[in-house]
């Protein structure tokens, strides 16, 4: 679920819980407001956990191509992912 998905959630449980008075037999919109609250902030608060636990990753690999006299010529890739919050380098 996304966080979008999420406030969608807690927002139409709001407006079931405090906006509709509207009476269903055998099902009171009340309570299925607030549970789709608590969906919603369960899935928001998962959500915002997730993009947190990005954490910056950097892979080297180590390649050594040979040139056609023999030689051989290293060279270093580097690809580094940062998250949003790290300061600028």
């Known amino acids: 679920m996304t966080i979008a998905g999420s406030i969608i959630l807690i927002m139409l449980g709001a407006i ?12 009171d919109i009340n ?19 997730r993009l947190n636990n990005v954490r910056r990753t950097a892979v080297t690999t180590r390649t050594t191509p040979v040139s056609p006299v023999g030689t051989v010529d290293p060279r270093t890739t580097v690809y580094e992912e940062r998250r949003y919050d790290d300061p600028m380098v």
Not at 16 to 27: K, M, Q
């Open 16 to 27: 079931l819980t405090w906006a509709v008075e509207f009476d269903l037999a055998g099902i």
């Open 31 to 49: 309570v299925v407001g607030v549970i789709l609250m608590l969906g919603g902030i369960v899935g928001l608060v998962f959500g915002i956990w």
